[in-house]
């Protein structure tokens, strides 16, 4: 969603502004600018791209030692220049903000009183009336910013200069993530470590209700009740290589063709940990999960998806209850807490505002184990959490989740195998088994992807319709969840799923021959139920396109276009389908010529409700 750089240093930090920009553009955003200091308060913004707002910069000359940035993704007011950030108060505060401040009416009511007219319909302008206001009561900038804050409610990552002030930048952090970057004479803030990691790798996540001074020699951190705080200096590990397309058209390609390398970097961590082993997530991890008799799985979107494929796994590995729930509805569910359940959280940007609230519930309700899979380090919900598993994925930049999912399902199959080696219902035998399943898996997916130009022909036919349908069974139905997600996020072909048997209980009226329809159907205990279903579908005049592996025996014939996917891969199958079905939603997007990496409205990590 939005997101924030701000440097201080002895050079004209313009260019590394525009460049943080750049880089945090794949978080989604439909407005950029910037505010500078030097002499007075200078500020671009513009509606659209960053490229737009860049050349407005560099046609009106800004240069300074001293700015701020931001990429805005629309909550309060429309997508208009005037509610795009920087927002200035008096021409002297300049302001950028991420996150919603719940009670700015009240805040713009009193500051109208005051005397301040406001120029926006952005619930972030009230912030910068505000520190302008205690400034002008003879506060500096560091106070009135501390001062400001403690009135606010909701969530916020602010960055703030002021033109009396151009030896420094301050910076507060309140449920929204924000570092501090160090360089040598200079220094940086920004929401997300790959905004400044072409200037510096050593970073400092401030923490909830911090805030801080950044000068060009130093920083100095404060914590809720304005107290100097230390905090622990990072050195990021984030490549460059992530950030940066290389010979791809789009990240999400690039992402699709690196799970192989993404998933054997994952299933490493199991390697090094000897196999599924407590110590794969945190040092208090056997105490931890030794008594866990339920499972509770939290998050969004794909990450839910992911979590539904664990629920298979846990349960018939396992042999423990687990339910799933979108987090967004959990957080409002009365739940009936059980002290011995384990509640994972799923998330790729471990910044997901309903997850993390769907934990903090959890947590208020008693339960301590609590588990995050997340792909970012030191991010919101790992930190809130008792035990850890970090994907290794490295940065994943496309809006749509590709190796994040199949990474994140990697982690929960090492899940669903130590929670029953735990429990004693894991044999060695067993355990060498899913060992050696887990070993092939890359290999697989290559294979998977190996099917790339037959899915493009698939893939252009789908672009001319309107709707579609998708459809498994068992622990492949997530899997027609995913593809169905990813085809309408990114293509905006609306497309449904559903368990193959639920089909003539309505969907099925949907089906003639304008409607695809897409089948999971590898060798399962499944396979004969899925070849009914789509007997069924046949009969209604439906164009089947059927995913199926060498074993299942699937003809072609009028209506209904096969593709192989590999061999039984057993139980990872769900890993080796995702990937057929995310490159089917890419190459429509690309006939469709739709943003793939940033389809319309939507942002790479939701950080509001
Ligand atoms: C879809 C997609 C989203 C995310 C969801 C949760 O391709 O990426 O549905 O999966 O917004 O995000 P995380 O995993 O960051 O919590």
Not at 47 to 71: D, K, N, S, W
Not at 150 to 174: F, N, Q, S, T, W
Not at 202 to 229: K, S
Request: hydrophobic share 45%.
């Amino acid at each position: 969603m939005c997101g924030i750089v701000g440097a201080i240093a002895d050079r004209d930090v313009v260019p590394l502004l525009i460049d943080g920009l750049k880089r945090l553009e794949y978080r989604g955003y439909d407005s950029a600018g910037l505010a500078v200091v030097d002499g007075e308060v200078r500020r671009v913004r513009r509606t659209g791209r960053v490229a737009e707002m860049e050349a407005a910069a560099q046609a009106e000359g800004f240069r300074a030692a001293l700015g701020i940035g931001h990429t805005r993704w629309a909550t309060h007011g429309g997508v208009t220049e005037s509610n795009a950030h920087p927002h200035i108060s008096h021409g002297e505060i300049a302001l950028v903000h991420n996150g919603i401040i719940e009670n700015h009416e009240q805040q713009r009511e009193r500051l109208r009183a005051l005397g301040y007219a406001f120029e926006s319909q952005t619930d972030t302008e009230v912030i910068a009336h505000l520190i302008h206001h205690y400034r002008s009561q003879g506060d500096d900038l560091l106070a009135a910013l501390q001062r400001a804050v403690r009135e606010l409610d909701g969530a916020y990552a602010l960055a703030v200069v002021d033109k009396r002030e151009p030896g420094r930048l301050v910076a507060a952090r309140m449920g929204c993530p924000l570092l501090v970057g160090l360089g040598e004479g200079e220094n940086f803030v920004a929401s997300d470590v790959s905004a400044i990691v072409s200037v510096t790798r050593r970073v400092i996540y401030l923490e909830e209700g911090d805030t801080a001074e950044v000068t060009r020699q130093g920083v100095r951190i404060f914590d809720a009740e304005g107290r100097p705080a230390q905090r622990e200096v990072h050195v990021s590990d984030v490549s460059l290589a992530s950030l940066e397309l290389g010979p791809y058209r789009h990240f999400m390609q690039k992402e699709i063709h690196e799970q192989p390398r993404a998933i054997a970097d994952t299933i490493e961590a199991v390697v090094d940990a000897g196999g599924f082993s407590p110590a794969l997530f945190g040092a208090d991890a056997q105490a931890l999960l030794r008594d866990v008799d339920r499972v509770q799985i939290l998050a969004c979107g794909t990450s839910h998806y992911a979590g539904l494929v664990a629920r298979y796994w846990i349960e018939a590995i396992a042999g423990i209850p687990c339910a799933v729930d979108i987090a967004s509805e959990y957080r409002y569910r009365k739940v009936v807490a059980d002290p011995r359940q384990l509640v994972v959280t799923i998330s790729q940007s471990g910044e997901t505002l309903d997850t993390m609230e769907a934990l903090k519930y959890a947590k208020s309700l008693g339960h301590a184990k609590t588990l995050a899979i997340c792909n970012v380090p030191e991010s919101a919900i790992p930190r809130a959490s008792a035990l850890v598993f970090y994907t290794r994925a490295g940065a994943e930049i496309g809006v749509a989740s590709t190796k994040a999912f199949t990474t994140q399902l990697v982690a929960l199959f090492a899940l669903a195998g130590t929670l029953a080696r735990l429990r004693g219902a894991l044999t060695e035998a067993q355990q060498a088994e899913y060992l050696e399943a887990l070993r092939h898996l890359p290999g697989s997916v290559q294979h998977a992807l190996n099917l790339e130009p037959q899915i493009v022909a698939w893939a252009e036919r789908f672009a001319t319709k309107e709707h579609a349908l998708f459809l498994g069974r068992g622990v492949h139905y997530p899997i027609a969840l995913e593809g169905a997600l990813k085809l309408k996020e990114i293509s905006y072909i609306h497309a449904e799923a559903y368990p193959a048997g639920e089909l003539k209980h309505g969907p099925l009226a949907l089906v003639d021959s304008e409607m695809p329809v897409v089948v999971i159907a590898p060798n399962d205990s499944l396979l004969e139920k899925v070849k009914s279903n789509i007997q069924e579908v046949r009969a209604r005049g439906g164009e089947m396109f059927v995913f199926a592996d060498a074993d299942s025996h699937f003809g072609e014939s009028e209506g209904v276009h096969v593709i192989r996917t590999p061999r039984h891969v057993g139980v990872l199958s769900p890993v080796v389908h995702a990937i057929p079905v995310q490159l089917l939603a890419y190459h429509a997007a690309l006939a469709r010529g739709t943003d793939v990496d940033k389809p319309r409205n939507l942002a790479k990590s939701v950080t509001v409700e």
